[in-house]
């Protein structure tokens, strides 16, 4: 839907409606396991936002973490990497 | 710095000029297919990807590599990422226009630094939003990459498929480590969510 062609009072400034923003916030909402989990229909836009960002943070946390179990399994021995390039092959 | 040549390399030159440029022009997103983080094609293309960047890593077992042992690894899973993004998203351009400039930054001819800046800044409608809405949408702007300047409803749909594309690479990420380690560790626990 553009809303784009409709008068606008800032030029060259798109207008964004609200439905537009309440379907965003709703699709974020339903990836945010905290608000997903609880089931509850009375989440403020600034809930989701909040919570958006704490989970990114916990992504962010969680491939930091990986990738410095990866290093350390990488480091400790040459056939690590057979292993996975191995287990790998054999999935497909 | 040979596996980032190596994922340039994959690209025809043109095609992915082509797909810098235009990325900033496109702006209606219904036109563009979204990447489907959550199918096991997907993850199962990231996987293979990232072990082939995690091969040119290189490996010392000295405690004083550990660290940058690490940087690399975490730049490579995040450069496969984004390369897997195609060009559609802001964030995923973001991090390989990021990850450029600081590997290339002496070697380019023709300076990228303008790249998350390309965009005109759109004025949110003051009156929709509170300042503490406002204050929160800034914080998550700073924590999706490329995203500090873009409209309230961009920043939302950026966020959306950023953290879909997060939790794969976490879901990737970790059953590499299990296939090495062996015992499954349990992160996000979701093994038939695809």
Known sequence: MSSRRSRTRQPGCSRISDDQINDLVSKLQQLLPEIRDRRSDKVSAGNVLQETCNYIRSLHKEVDDLSERLSELLASTDTAQAAIIRSLLKQK | ?194
């Open chain 2, 1 to 194: 710095m040979a596996s980032l040549i190596s994922y340039l390399n994959l690209e025809e030159e043109s095609k992915r000029k082509k797909l810098w440029k235009t990325g900033y022009e496109l702006r209606d997103r219904n036109s563009r297919p979204e990447t489907s983080w959550r199918s096991e094609s997907e993850q199962r293309i990231y996987s293979t990807k990232l072990v082939d960047a995690l091969r040119l890593v290189r490996r010392n077992p000295s405690a004083a590599d550990m660290v940058s042992s690490f940087r690399e690894i975490r730049e490579a899973a995040d450069r496969v990422l984004a390369v897997e993004a195609k060009g559609r998203t802001r964030w995923s351009r973001a991090i390989l226009a990021s990850q450029l400039r600081l590997r290339l930054a002496n070697n380019m001819k023709h300076k990228r630094a303008k790249v998350t800046g390309c965009s005109r800044p759109k004025r949110l409608e003051k009156k929709r939003f509170s300042p503490t809405l406002q204050r929160k949408a800034r914080l998550l702007s700073r924590l999706v990459p490329g995203c500090r300047k873009v409209s309230f409803p961009n920043l939302l749909e950026e966020a959306t498929d950023y953290i879909a594309a997060l939790e794969m690479q976490v879901r990737a990420m970790t059953a590499l480590t299990e296939l090495v380690t062996g015992p499954p560790v349990d992160r996000l626990g979701s093994t038939s969510n695809s």
